[in-house]
């Protein structure tokens, strides 16, 4: 394999996944339109400014590069925003997947693995999640990823696409080195949100109900280090051949559940900072916890969340925060 298409390779996690394929030898040829994804971000190979709904530029891209394999991430994410505008998430999730499986099927681009998302699995009960969990979405976001989901895999069966689905549970942390990292202007995931009070960037931070059937009444979720992320992409692409046309999923966690007040102490004691807590009414499209098996991963790919402490996650991610960032706006 020598290059590999990566939509949203300028965003946090695309940039990693971009670090590990050059590291393997792979040309990653990064798809973005900088809405979120940061040009300084692009360090690893050539890039291509579109937007995957801009299907005529799509094609363009996949009629001069013809890649060997596509590594699907760009999407929107916030389950808030979501929930205000589906109709946004259902554009740009669905319809630009669609926009890629089709130039993937006009230009002979055999393989593709997707980005997912554990919020397809909807409130997770008696305990931690498989690969075959019952789907329930509970947000328009996670909606519009199962469809894109299920759209690739129509055209796996249709056309002999070799697909791997990755179900991301939270990402979090950065590059041991700090050279590229999560830089955005309004962070809304927890550690971000929290360590921008701990650097003095906001007043407080703010826990969405504190009344969930939990053990300390905040969410629980599963914390995964963007490495780790990044480096099942890389045995997901060498893997591809195996499905000959088929697909696998995949879930990517560390099997931890913490909750949000756990995550908030664990900042507090990392970054020795100390700040408000708000306690605010539940968000629509929230869920009360979910962790992830991840057995299946392990034993068909060899993969091992190694670096999912959540202390070093923390610690990374202040690293890169401390370190200024990206310095110029995406």
Known sequence: MKSVFVTGGAGYVGSHICRQLAASGVTPIVLDNFT???????KFGPCIEVDILNREGIFAA???HRPDAVIHLAALTSVEESVAQPGKYEACNVEGTLNIADAM?????PSIVFTSTCAVYGNAV????TEDSVLNPNSPYAATKLKAEQLLTRFSRQYKLSLTIFR?????????????????KNPSNLIPVVLDCAIGNRASVKIFGTDWPTPDGTCIRDYVHATDVAKAHILGLQALSQWEGGFECFNLGSSIGLSVRQIIKSCCKITGSNFDIVEAARRSGDIAQITSDCTKAQNQLGWHSYNSCIDQMISDSWKWLVSGGYTKDP
Do not use: L, M, P
Not at 36 to 42: H, L
Not at 126 to 129: E, Q, S
Not at 171 to 181: P, S, Y
């Open 36 to 42: 979120t994804g940061w040009k300084q971000a692009v």
């Open 62 to 64: 996949f009629r001069e």
């Open 105 to 109: 099927v006009q230009f002979r681009c």
């Open 126 to 129: 008696g305990g931690a999640v």
């Open 168 to 184: 991301y549970f939270n990402v979090a942390g950065c590059d041991v080195d700090a050279h590229i990292g999560e830089s955005k």
